[in-house]
């Protein structure tokens, strides 16, 4: 490779990637479960353990209510990683597909994702059962009695264990031409590097020593700027010229720059460099 090509198809973890919670994590805090779940959660995402050993046992733990998970999409939405918004935004704007694939839970992921602009057919999380019938039955539709509802069990899905985002990636991709680029934190993240052109582990939250060896690039910092660039490429800094996803380009430019930016295939480093340096 001797230039730095582009990609069409840019997926996004959620928890510790485009948000810097861990909404799981969140939700233990308000039942003041939040070290026992945590460090359930911290040994999936450093591929300890595999994340069906732990899934459901987070769930009883936590045994949250639709209104709680109403309330980790606002926490989601109120620890926005820096630049996410942007990046969205400018990847839209050079007709980008954006995705989210998350093993968080897909009502407050789902929400969050729509805010940040993606549309909800992109978005994959893990469906939850509610215990509708407890209480008083007739009084089902009232919005009170929606938001009491308990959690019940999830549904089985590839989201649930730690090899499974490869086959999301694959469905949502399917019928839709382009290179593919992933961005995420964890060891389920990194288990897509083989479905996808390029991927791209996040450190800025959580630096998981599995992920940084794994990753061809690994962003440093606490941004998400330098996938801007990454992803778009250098021929579409000129498309941003004059408008505000400009800033955001040359930021990400910027920390790559100062260190931001981990590219570890010898290859890829000298393409990278050719394409970008004069920008720099």
Request: charged residues 25%.
């Amino acid at each position: 490779m001797d230039r730095w090509t582009s990609f069409d198809l840019i997926f996004f973890d959620c928890d510790s990637t485009l948000s810097s919670i861990e909404g799981i994590d969140e939700l233990a805090r308000f039942k003041g479960k939040e070290w026992r779940v945590g460090v359930l959660t911290q040994k999936a995402m450093d591929g300890e353990l595999d994340l069906s050993e732990v899934y459901g046992k987070r769930l009883e733990a936590i045994r949250p209510t639709r209104g709680q998970l109403k309330a980790i999409e606002e926490r989601y939405w109120q620890t926005l990683v820096p630049d996410a918004q942007a990046v969205v935004d400018a990847l839209h704007f050079l007709k980008k597909q954006v995705f989210i694939i998350s093993g968080g839970l897909a009502g407050p992921v789902r929400g969050f994702g729509q805010r940040l602009g993606v549309p909800p057919e992109n978005i994959r999380a893990v469906e939850l059962e509610y215990n509708e019938l407890s209480g008083d039955w007739w009084r089902y539709y009232e919005p009170g009695t929606v938001h009491n509802q308990t959690y019940l069990d999830y549904d089985d899905s590839p989201l649930t264990v730690s090899s499974g985002k490869p086959q999301i990636v694959r469905e949502l991709a399917a019928g839709k031409a382009g290179r593919k680029l992933m961005v995420g934190d964890g060891a389920s993240d990194l288990a897509t590097r083989g479905e996808v052109d390029l991927f791209v582990g996040f450190g800025g939250v959580v630096s998981r020593a599995k992920v940084k060896a794994g990753s061809d690039v690994f962003v440093e910092v606490n941004s998400l700027a330098p996938i801007l660039p990454l992803a778009a490429g250098p021929a579409a800094y000129i498309k941003t010229i004059g408008t505000p996803h400009q800033a955001t380009f040359e930021r990400g430019l910027e920390l790559a720059a100062q260190g931001g930016l981990i590219i570890q295939p010898e290859e890829l480093r000298r393409a990278y460099t050719a394409s970008f340096d004069k920008k720099e």
